[in-house]
């Protein structure tokens, strides 16, 4: 009865050695993947969701695979904390273990963060941006006729095509119709990785999170 309980200890400590084993070579696999479909210079970190993993990995479904990025530029647009995870990843074992590309994911979710750095850096001349996570306030100067007065207002924050859109809303200090002289976009101009499309932006204590998702995502090799 000894020897068999030891047999079984020695076999479980095993099977989770090879599974801590096999889960490594999988994700440094789809570390290098992700690395090649967002042009990093350096590899991403990747987790696989899930134990036991090598029941996954024979049956080729991940049901979850986080992934962190780092901080990425596109079109001079710094975003950064950019991360996010792929759901229903599939990858058959034998394509993993041969390099081939044939893993796909049904769908991919990305976050990242634009800091308050950046959002004052697109911000008009004269206009100072600041914030405490709940709201976006943009302060300064505008010319009224023949005068310059100051103003404060609350930010609105949209989903624009091509960017994210502030437009001043509530201003105090000045007409409600200079409203609109307080307006500005921050643009995407390079492509996201995996394609996503920016579907939701809110305010963070650190500034703007924006939320990008795609369907149907081949990840390559």
């Known amino acids: 009865m000894r020897k068999l309980l030891v047999a079984l200890i020695v ?3 095993l099977l989770v050695a090879v599974d801590r084993v096999a889960v490594a070579g999988v ?14 210079s ?3 970190t990747v987790t696989i969701e899930g134990i036991p993993f090598l029941t996954q990995a024979l049956s080729g479904h991940y049901p979850e695979v986080r992934f962190d990025l780092g901080t990425l530029t596109y079109g001079g647009v710094p975003v ?13 074992l034998a394509d993993v273990l041969q390099n081939r590309a044939n893993v796909h994911a049904r769908r991919v979710a990305v976050t990242g963060t634009l800091t308050r750095a950046t959002i004052d850096k697109y911000a008009p ?17 505008l010319t009224v006729g023949v005068r310059k007065v100051t103003f404060e207002a609350e930010l609105k924050v949209e989903v624009a095509d091509g960017g994210i859109r502030l437009q001043a809303e509530k201003i105090e200090g ?21 394609d996503v499309k920016v579907t939701g ?4 204590a650190d500034g703007l999170e924006i ?3 795609a369907s149907d995502v081949p990840i390559r090799g």
């Open 174 to 194: 000045v007409p409600d119709q200079a409203a609109r002289f307080v307006s500005y976009t921050i643009p995407f101009k390079g492509k996201l990785p995996f």
């Open 125 to 141: 001349r004269g206009v100072k941006i600041s914030g405490n996570g709940r709201r976006l306030v943009a302060s300064g100067e």
């Open 211 to 213: 939320a990008a998702e």
């Open 27 to 40: 994700q440094r696999d789809l570390a290098n993947r992700i690395a090649a479909a967002t042009d990093l």
């Open 80 to 92: 950064e904390n950019l991360r996010g995870a792929a759901y229903d990843v599939t990858a058959p």
């Open 11 to 13: 076999l479980i400590v």
């Open 201 to 204: 932006v809110k305010n963070v």
């Open 42 to 44: 350096g590899k991403p």
